[in-house]
């Protein structure tokens, strides 16, 4: 087993980098769970990444968020500094949700039939609002677990993690997905490059 050290801004990035890991084709332990909420610890903790990926594979999955490009935020987070061979950062244009929205198999299966699904969700300008308007058009369980209540200062509802988390592991499809979203397609391919590479180098796994 290849052992993989997932870093993640939130639940809902941990809960696709799982999926992702899973449909790599070697098997793999993502073992050691790197998360706290937001970028922060992510971007603050770059150097004790590159030291991690000197033991094992790290994948690293953030949100562009405002930054305007991926290059941009490359940039600002890695500076000049070349990456390790075994350390994966990726990048979901703008957020996370955008490789949500993308599968509209599944998302039809969450929110069902109500509402225009983005045909290119990493142009959306932010995501996850378009997705809490979507969810506002759902059945009432779901409705009422995504979408905040009246007055609430959280901006989602409170089983927001819980039920997509839950729907990621048994809906979402990275491959349907990554026909909508080039940035989530463009992680799966060096995801699938790096694990072949992996293999190559060591006959064991």
Request: hydrophobic fraction near 40%; include cysteine.
């Amino acid at each position: 087993m290849m052992p993989v050290a997932l870093a993640t801004e939130d639940i809902l990035s941990e809960a696709i980098g799982f999926r992702l890991l899973a449909e790599l084709p070697v098997p793999v332990t993502p073992g050691l769970l790197l998360r706290k909420d937001g970028f922060g610890y992510l971007r603050s903790g770059m150097n004790n990444w590159r030291q991690l990926a000197q033991h094992q594979t790290v994948l690293i999955l953030t949100d562009l968020d405002q930054v305007a490009c991926p290059v941009e935020l490359k940039a600002q987070w890695l500076g000049k500094k070349p990456l390790p061979a075994n350390l994966m950062f990726r990048i979901a244009v703008r957020e996370i949700e955008s490789w949500v929205l993308a599968d509209h198999e599944a998302m039809r299966k969450l929110i069902g039939k109500k509402g225009t699904l983005p045909p290119e969700p990493d142009t959306l300008p932010d995501p996850k609002q378009h997705l809490l308007k979507l969810a506002k058009l759902a059945a009432r369980p779901v409705r009422q677990d995504l979408v905040k209540e009246a007055g609430a200062v959280a901006s989602q509802g409170i089983g927001y993690n819980q039920r997509l988390t839950a729907w990621i592991s048994s809906e979402w499809s990275p491959e349907r997905a990554a026909q909508r979203s080039p940035s989530l397609q463009r992680t799966r391919i060096r995801l699938h490059e790096l694990a072949l590479r992996l293999q190559a180098e060591n006959h064991e796994y």
